[in-house]
Structure formats: structure tokens, C-alpha cells
């Protein structure tokens, strides 16, 4: 009898170890590289070797140009980062497990992207720009692409102010989403009215982390608007 409950034990054990590897992992990160190629990764993560101080272990230099590059094979939920490359850095390069865009930040490029249910994978090669080498297209080219991008964005702005539709309907397209984004948006579109975080929660019985996460995803993608009042987030569609 003894016998058979030590093989009962065993085998139950066996039979736990592959539930116990499967770890769903997440990010919400930043990413800061310097002059020097030393990289820095802050944020919300579970994933063990994934932050990062003051490191080179991710980037590497040949001739002029620096390529940054982080591959985790591991599977994510979702996750989402932020990029700051050095001032006068220029992209020469981007490549991306998930979608991202770039941006113009304090005098430097920042990359802004997420994904979901897929590794976390990044290449970005860069090259830094020398300031010493100082002509008259330096002023006259970026003065034009500033002259162009008010343009465009005046042209832009009057023919979506022309073309939006009316506050009173809301935007339905949850195309691309995940079912729990479904689930959020849609009780947002039935309930016709702002909701706290803590109320969609439990409303659609969603745990607390997942639902942070995925309503984080929602306003990156600008089907949500998120405010702060005093302890409490308010959610509502854009």
C-alpha cells in the first residue's frame, strides 16, 4: 500500500512540472542607450534577465554604425517599450517582433512599440552624427522639412476636423484586438458613460494585472482615454 502512494506521489509530481514551466511573461519597459552604447532597461516586467543597468550586452559597434539588438525567445502576453537613443543618432535600420512607430523626443529619436502573444524581439542600427561638420544644408534642410510638416499638419488637422464624425458616436472598429480589449471596449460602448478601473474590473471579472495591461494596450492603440482622479483611473472611449 505504502508502494502505491509513493508511485501516486511521483506521478502526480511529473505530470505538474510541464504547468509549473509555462509562464505567461509581460513587459512594460524602457529602454535608454547612451553615447557609449550602455544600455539601461527599466519597468514592469516578470521576465528574470530582461532589466538591465548600465550594460553592453546589447549593443554592438562596427565602423561608424551601432546596432542595438534584444531577442528573448520566450513567448509574452504582451509588452510594450520605449526606446531612447542617444542625441544624433540616426536610424538606419528597425526591425521588430511587434508594431512601432518614431518619435521625436528632448533632442533624440525615441521608438515607441508593443505586441502581443509573441517573443520579444528588437534590432535597431543607428549611427551617431558628427557635429564638427558644420555646411548651410545643416539649417536649410531641416528649416524646409519644418516649413513642410506645419503645413501638412494644418492640411491634415482641417480635413479631419472636417471629416470627424460627431462626439455622440463612438469609434466601434475593434478590429485587431484581443478578447479581453474586445470585452473592455465593448462595456464601454454599452455602458455609454466613463468607467474607474476598479469598475471594469469587476464587472467583466477580469483579474486586476490583466486588465492594467490590457487597457494600457488600448490607450497606445487610441481606442481609450485614461485620467487620473485622486486613487482611481478613469477609463473611457477616445
Known amino acids: 500500500m505504502h508502494k502505491h502512494v509513493k508511485k501516486g506521489v511521483l506521478l502526480l509530481f511529473l505530470l ?3 504547468l509549473a514551466g509555462a509562464v505567461e511573461y ?3 519597459i524602457t529602454i535608454k542607450v547612451d553615447n557609449s552604447g550602455y544600455v539601461t532597461i527599466t519597468g514592469n516586467t516578470n521576465h528574470p534577465d530582461l532589466l538591465v543597468k548600465d550594460s553592453q550586452l546589447y549593443t554592438t559597434k562596427k565602423q561608424n554604425y551601432w546596432t542595438l539588438q534584444i531577442a528573448k525567445n520566450d513567448d509574452f502576453s504582451d509588452f510594450v517599450y520605449t526606446i531612447d537613443l542617444p542625441a544624433d543618432a540616426s536610424i538606419n535600420y528597425i526591425k521588430s517582433s511587434g508594431s512601432f512607430r518614431i518619435e521625436e523626443g ?10 502581443q502573444n509573441k517573443s520579444l524581439s528588437l534590432i535597431v542600427q543607428y549611427e551617431m552624427q558628427k557635429r564638427n561638420e558644420f555646411n548651410m544644408w545643416i539649417v536649410i534642410v531641416p528649416f524646409m522639412l519644418f516649413v513642410f510638416f506645419i503645413l501638412f499638419f494644418i492640411i491634415k488637422h482641417n480635413y479631419k476636423r472636417n471629416k470627424q464624425p460627431s462626439k455622440d458616436t463612438p469609434k466601434t472598429d475593434f478590429k485587431g484586438l484581443t478578447l479581453r480589449q474586445k470585452q473592455i471596449a465593448h462595456l464601454l460602448l454599452k455602458e455609454k458613460k466613463q468607467l474607474t478601473q476598479t469598475q471594469i474590473q469587476e464587472m467583466l471579472k477580469i483579474p486586476k494585472a490583466s ?4 487597457i494600457r494596450t488600448l490607450e497606445l492603440k487610441g481606442i481609450i482615454e485614461k485620467e487620473k482622479t485622486g486613487m482611481s483611473n478613469i477609463i473611457r472611449l477616445k
Open 26 to 28: 509581460y513587459a512594460d
Open 211 to 214: 486588465v492594467s495591461r490590457n
Open 16 to 18: 505538474l512540472i510541464p
Open 106 to 115: 528632448a533632442g533624440n529619436i525615441v521608438i515607441k512599440g508593443y505586441g
